[in-house]
C-alpha cells in the first residue's frame, strides 16, 4: 500500500485539477469564506482552462529554445575546438539570473511590445543556465573507458557525440530541463503584467481587487502544474538513467 500511496496522491492531484479549471464553480462553496462584499468568487474574466493552455505553451516555447542552445553551447564548448569559449559561454547564460525577470521584461517591451514576447525572451534566458551546468557536466563526467572504447571502434566526432556522449549524458541534461521547467512555469505569472496570457492574469487581478480567491486560485493551479510536471520528468529522467545503465552494461 505504501508504494502505491505517492501514485494515488499524483492521481487524485491530476483530477483535482482537470476538475478544477474545466469545473470551477465546484469549488465555489471552498473558496467563498475567502472574497469579501460578494465579491466573485471564481475568476470571472476569462476561462481558466484556456489560460492554464497558454501558461504551458508559453513555458514550452521558451523551454525548447533554451534547450537547444544551452545543449548547443554545451556541446561546443566541449569540443577541442570550442574550449576556450567556455568562460565567455558561462558568461552569456548568467545574463539571465542576473538580471530580475521585471527588469527584462521592462527592456524587452520597447523591443518587441507587448504580449507574448517579453514573456518568452525572459523565460528563455532564466532557463538557460540549469540546462548549460548540466549538459556540460554530463558531457564532461562521461566514462573514459566508454569514450575511448567508441574512439578505438572507428567512430567519428559526430557518431560519438550522437551515439555515446548524448545519449549517456541525457538523464542529466534532463535534470537540467526539469529544473529550468519549474523555474519557468513560476516565472511565466509575471509574463500578465506586459499582457501575456499567462496564469498570473488571475493572481494580478486578486491583488488589484483584494480577492484572495482569485490569488489562491492562480497559485494553487501553477503550483499543481509544477508537482506534476517536475514529477513527471523526474520519472523520465529515472527511466532513461537506468536504460543508460543496462546499454552500459
Same mark, same amino acid.
Given at each position: 500500500?505504501?508504494?502505491?500511496?505517492?501514485?494515488?496522491?499524483?492521481?487524485?492531484?491530476?483530477?483535482?485539477?482537470? *476538475? =478544477?479549471?474545466?469545473?470551477? +464553480?465546484? =469549488?465555489?462553496?471552498?473558496?467563498?469564506?475567502?472574497? &469579501?462584499? /460578494?465579491?466573485?468568487?471564481?475568476? /470571472?474574466?476569462?476561462?481558466?482552462?484556456?489560460?492554464?493552455?497558454?501558461?504551458?505553451?508559453?513555458?514550452?516555447?521558451?523551454?525548447?529554445?533554451?534547450?537547444?542552445?544551452?545543449?548547443?553551447?554545451?556541446?561546443?564548448?566541449?569540443?577541442?575546438?570550442?574550449?576556450?569559449?567556455?568562460?565567455?559561454?558561462?558568461?552569456?547564460?548568467?545574463?539571465?539570473? %542576473? =538580471?530580475?525577470?521585471?527588469?527584462?521584461?521592462?527592456?524587452?517591451?520597447?523591443?518587441?511590445?507587448?504580449?507574448?514576447?517579453?514573456?518568452?525572451? !525572459?523565460?528563455?534566458?532564466?532557463?538557460?543556465?540549469?540546462?548549460?551546468?548540466?549538459?556540460?557536466?554530463?558531457? #564532461?563526467?562521461?566514462?573514459?573507458?566508454?569514450?575511448?572504447?567508441?574512439?578505438? *571502434?572507428?567512430?567519428?566526432?559526430?557518431?560519438?557525440?550522437?551515439?555515446?556522449?548524448?545519449?549517456?549524458? !541525457?538523464?542529466?541534461?534532463?535534470?537540467?530541463?526539469?529544473?529550468?521547467?519549474?523555474?519557468?512555469?513560476? #516565472?511565466?505569472?509575471?509574463?500578465? %503584467?506586459?499582457?501575456?496570457?499567462?496564469?498570473? &492574469?488571475?493572481?494580478?487581478?486578486?491583488?488589484?481587487?483584494?480577492?484572495?480567491?482569485?490569488?489562491?486560485?492562480? +497559485?494553487?493551479?501553477? !503550483?499543481?502544474?509544477?508537482?506534476?510536471?517536475?514529477?513527471?520528468?523526474?520519472?523520465? &529522467?529515472?527511466?532513461?538513467?537506468?536504460?543508460?545503465?543496462?546499454?552500459? &552494461?
Amino acid at each position: 500500500m505504501k508504494a502505491w500511496l505517492p501514485l494515488l496522491l499524483r492521481l487524485a492531484l491530476v483530477v483535482l485539477l482537470v *476538475a =478544477f479549471v474545466t469545473s470551477p +464553480g465546484w =469549488f465555489e462553496p471552498l473558496l467563498k469564506p475567502l472574497t &469579501e462584499n /460578494n465579491a466573485p468568487v471564481i475568476y /470571472n474574466q476569462g476561462s481558466l482552462l484556456t489560460l492554464t493552455l497558454l501558461h504551458l505553451r508559453t513555458v514550452l516555447i521558451a523551454t525548447v529554445a533554451a534547450t537547444i542552445v544551452a545543449v548547443a553551447l554545451a556541446i561546443l564548448v566541449t569540443r577541442p575546438a570550442g574550449a576556450e569559449f567556455l568562460p565567455l559561454s558561462r558568461s552569456l547564460v548568467n545574463i539571465g539570473q %542576473t =538580471f530580475p525577470p521585471v527588469a527584462v521584461l521592462a527592456l524587452a517591451v520597447p523591443a518587441v511590445g507587448f504580449g507574448e514576447k517579453p514573456t518568452l525572451i !525572459a523565460l528563455f534566458l532564466y532557463g538557460l543556465l540549469p540546462i548549460f551546468e548540466n549538459a556540460l557536466t554530463g558531457l #564532461t563526467t562521461l566514462p573514459a573507458n566508454v569514450v575511448e572504447a567508441a574512439r578505438g *571502434a572507428g567512430m567519428t566526432g559526430w557518431q560519438r557525440l550522437t551515439k555515446v556522449e548524448l545519449p549517456l549524458s !541525457a538523464p542529466i541534461i534532463l535534470g537540467g530541463i526539469r529544473l529550468s521547467v519549474v523555474i519557468s512555469l513560476a #516565472t511565466a505569472t509575471i509574463g500578465s %503584467t506586459v499582457a501575456a496570457k499567462t496564469l498570473g &492574469e488571475v493572481i494580478i487581478a486578486g491583488l488589484l481587487s483584494n480577492n484572495l480567491a482569485f490569488i489562491l486560485q492562480g +497559485g494553487l493551479i501553477v !503550483a499543481a502544474l509544477a508537482v506534476l510536471i517536475y514529477d513527471g520528468l523526474s520519472a523520465v &529522467e529515472r527511466y532513461a538513467a537506468r536504460r543508460m545503465g543496462r546499454e552500459a &552494461e
